[in-house]
C-alpha cells in the first residue's frame, strides 16, 4: 500500500519517504560519524518521532520492493503536476532508484524533485544520470557542509544564515518556514540553492564548528 506524505510547508504537494539516517548511507563520512549536514537533520527531531509519522516511512522500505509499486505510484501521480522524492531518507538501494527512475519516465506530466547523497557511490551513477537527463526530473545533490561548501554539481547548501547564501536563497524563514509557491528546487536552470539553517539541532551543530574553527 503506498503511502505519500503531504506537507503544509511543500504548499500539499506530495512526497515519497523513507526513516531519516536509516536509509542514508551517504550521511556517514570516512571517520565513520555523520556528516554535518545530517547531525542536525531535521527529520531526526520534532514531529518526525511520532510513531503515526515513522509508521508510512517504515512501511514504505517494504512497500516499494512489490511488483505492482511502480504502476501504483504512476497512478498515485495522475492528477499531480510536482512530486518531491524523500523530504526524510534517501534511495539507499539500486533496486529502489532504478523503480523510481521508471516512474519518472512513466510521468512526464509531473516534475519531480529529489535530494540526494548517493552520487558518492559510483553504483549509483548511471541511474542518477537517466533521472538528470529526463526534462521533468531535478536531482540536487545535498552537501555535507552547513556553512556553504558545495560542488560545481546542481545541488543543494546548508549556509549558517541568509547573508551566507551561494547561489539562489531559499526564502522559506520569510514565509512562516513554507515554499510559498516557490519552485525553485525543481527548476533546472537553477545550479544552487542554499537553506539558512534553522531549528535547535543544527544551531548546535554550527556552533560546535565555529568554536573548532577559532
Known amino acids: 500500500m503506498l503511502r505519500l506524505s503531504k506537507t503544509s510547508k511543500l504548499d500539499g504537494i506530495l512526497s515519497w519517504s523513507l526513516q531519516a539516517l536509516e536509509t542514508c548511507p551517504a550521511s556517514i563520512n570516512s571517520e565513520g560519524s555523520l556528516v554535518d549536514a545530517c547531525r542536525g537533520c531535521y527529520a531526526t527531531t520534532g514531529n518526525y518521532n511520532y510513531p503515526n509519522v515513522k509508521a508510512p516511512r517504515l512501511e514504505n522500505r517494504e512497500d516499494w520492493k512489490r511488483d505492482g509499486w511502480v504502476s501504483d505510484m504512476v497512478k498515485a501521480l495522475d492528477s499531480q503536476r510536482y512530486f518531491r522524492w524523500f523530504d526524510s531518507g534517501d534511495m539507499y538501494s539500486l533496486g529502489l532508484a532504478e523503480k523510481i527512475l521508471q516512474v519518472m519516465q512513466a510521468t512526464p506530466w509531473v516534475k519531480h524533485w529529489m535530494p540526494t547523497r548517493m552520487l558518492k557511490f559510483a553504483k549509483f551513477q548511471a541511474v542518477i544520470d ?39 536563497l531559499y526564502r522559506a524563514y520569510e514565509h512562516e518556514g513554507k515554499c510559498n509557491g516557490c519552485r525553485a528546487c525543481y527548476d533546472k536552470t537553477v545550479p544552487l540553492v542554499s537553506y539558512p539553517a534553522h531549528g535547535k539541532k543544527m544551531s548546535k551543530v554550527i556552533k560546535l564548528i565555529q568554536v573548532k574553527g577559532k
Open 130 to 168: 537517466q533521472m538528470q537527463a529526463l526534462p521533468n526530473v531535478m536531482i540536487r545533490f545535498s552537501s555535507d557542509s552547513v556553512t556553504g561548501d558545495h560542488t560545481n554539481k546542481h545541488g543543494s547548501v546548508i549556509v549558517e544564515d541568509a547573508s551566507k547564501a551561494v547561489g539562489f
